[in-house]
């Protein structure tokens, strides 16, 4: 091992140390209580979950708050703070919510409708997800102390996946809470919220008030028990950082590690277990169809050309065990698997798009693409499709920040003209990405999406959903708002300490705990 080698890992571990601050004094640890040390790969830009669709900050609150609905693990849905599944009228229109009884907030109280309604209508004020539920929702309303009824404009198939999804979360939170910004932290969930310092920690600890369903633990239904006492959530943006401390012992779990450290964590199983995770989500970019240069749906086309996604992805991701490059939006053996679109998926054509841009009038205008190094394969991605826009004649400026200062820029449209981000995978499409609902960046507007969404979400029967799935498909491959770049595998770590930790989307910790 070569001696810059040897100084820069002892440096990254070093790093580490200093990012989690461990030891016998952490900082708002009282003495004796168990506690999960947890490497994100950034700052959180807020805590309010309804806001924004960052699955940083998902992963965090959804300890804290709960939604009316969740997943399973085969992907179906079940109640959480409902009682049951919705009575929903025979025309589709109506859906009639009964709450369960007895649900404790953290400030004590028990949970009633009013916080329900006085939670979903600033949801679907502030979330892009919420504004899409929005504009199908003629009325909402409590109708008593444990009952919630949503009556439809039309018919409207995704809106228990909607209220369901934990990303941009339809979160119940205490209704004297609700403010803009959001001040106060007060859910159902088994953990509340204790402290946040800044590029340090956010600390929740467990609410001794919970009331868990009780139905057996399955995916992110059923009974949750909160066995830690504390979950302390360290910003590491570093990769290589995340890698090492998980190596040395000084993390419970890492999330989001690059695929090349795979072979160390698994010659080092004694220290640390490797979590692969297949077909966890989808890497897209995302075109600015309101302002600058990508405006123009002729020069998306080109680009679209341009572009090789298989090249992108063994950039991003390297071992052929963690990637899939095709353009189909949901695997095969899925309801809604369709090829639509597809031959213009992975042509990396330079002569043809730089024959298509100059038809449609480029002449050398900028295209920004917006990145960040916290997702490691975002930024190596990125590399690739900038020399892969230059090849065809493009003026690709790479600009590179912060994935906080991402978020922030990405809902200026004035700021950039592609930005790379990723989705998990789920099982209904209106769920991801937000690009197809209404007002997410990029604020993609056509009549053709309309026509194809409206078919789409108006068609209670499941098995026809499928083939008007396909029709959506070939509308984004046709206009272009944003580009699938394939499936992907995630990388993640735990201790061998930790007990009963399962790999999901969205990794949670309630249900875990940690050995003597």
């Not at 749906?297 to 052929?320: C, H, N, S």
Request: with cysteine.
């Amino acid at each position: 091992m070569s001696l810059v080698l040897t100084r820069r890992r002892v440096a990254i571990a070093a790093a580490a140390t200093a990012a989690v601050g461990l030891g016998a004094h952490r900082p708002g640890m009282a003495q004796g209580k168990s506690a999960l040390n947890l490497a994100m790969i950034g700052e959180p830009p807020t805590l309010d979950v309804q806001s924004t669709p960052a699955d940083l900050v998902c992963i965090i609150m959804q300890h804290v708050y709960e939604p009316l609905y969740t997943f399973d693990a085969k992907s179906s849905l079940v109640p959480m703070l409902a009682e049951a599944l919705p009575k929903v009228s025979a025309d589709g229109k109506r859906y009639t919510i009964e709450l369960r009884k007895g649900v404790k907030l953290h400030s004590g109280r028990d949970l009633d409708a009013d916080d329900v309604v006085a939670s979903l209508k600033r949801w679907m004020e502030v979330s892009p997800r919420g504004k899409s539920v929005s504009a199908q929702v003629e009325s909402l309303a409590a109708k008593g102390p444990q009952t919630v009824e949503f009556v439809l404009k039309n018919a409207y198939a995704p809106l228990i996946a909607q209220l369901a999804m934990a990303s941009g979360m339809a979160a119940i939170m205490a209704k004297e809470t609700l403010a803009q910004p959001l001040k106060e932290f007060v859910g159902t969930g088994p953990y509340q919220f204790k402290e946040r310092r800044p590029d340090q920690y956010v600390l929740l600890t467990r609410f001794d008030g919970y009331v868990a369903r009780k139905e057996a633990p399955s995916g992110y239904g059923g009974k949750r028990t909160a066995t830690v006492d504390e979950l302390r959530f360290v910003p590491v943006p570093n990769a290589n950082t995340r890698v090492e401390g998980a190596l040395a012992g000084q993390f419970h779990y890492a999330d989001l590690l690059p695929i090349e450290a795979l072979g160390r964590l698994e010659k080092a199983q004694a220290k640390v277990v490797p979590l692969l995770t297949p077909s966890f989500g989808f890497p897209y970019l995302v075109f600015n169809t309101k302002e600058g240069s990508m405006a123009s749906q002729p020069w998306r086309k080109a680009v679209q050309t341009a572009l090789g996604p298989g090249e992108m992805l063994a950039a991003g991701f390297g071992d052929t065990r963690a990637f899939i490059a095709e353009g189909n939006h949901f695997p095969k053996g899925t309801p809604f698997y369709s090829d639509a679109g597809t031959a213009n998926y992975n042509e990396r054509n330079a002569t043809k798009a730089k024959t298509q841009a100059e038809q449609a009038g480029y002449k050398g205008e900028p295209v920004r693409i917006l990145t960040s190094r916290q997702y490691d394969f975002h930024h190596n991605m990125a590399l690739i499709m900038a020399e892969q826009l230059k090849r065809a004649g493009f003026k690709a400026e790479l600009n590179v920040v912060e994935w906080a200062t991402l978020l922030q820029r990405r809902a200026d449209p004035k700021l950039w003209d592609i930005y790379i981000t990723h989705s998990g995978l789920f099982p209904e499409p209106m769920l991801s990405p937000p690009q197809l609902g209404d007002g997410a960046p990029g604020w993609w507007s056509s009549p053709a999406k309309a026509q194809a969404l409206a078919a789409l979400n108006q068609e209670p029967n499941p098995a026809k959903r499928g083939p008007l799935w396909a029709k959506v498909q070939q509308v984004v491959y046709d206009e272009v708002p944003y580009i699938h770049v394939g499936k992907f595998a995630s990388l993640s770590s735990r201790s061998p300490a930790l007990v009963g930790y399962t790999p999901h989307t969205y990794p949670f910790f309630w249900n875990t705990s940690l050995k003597n």
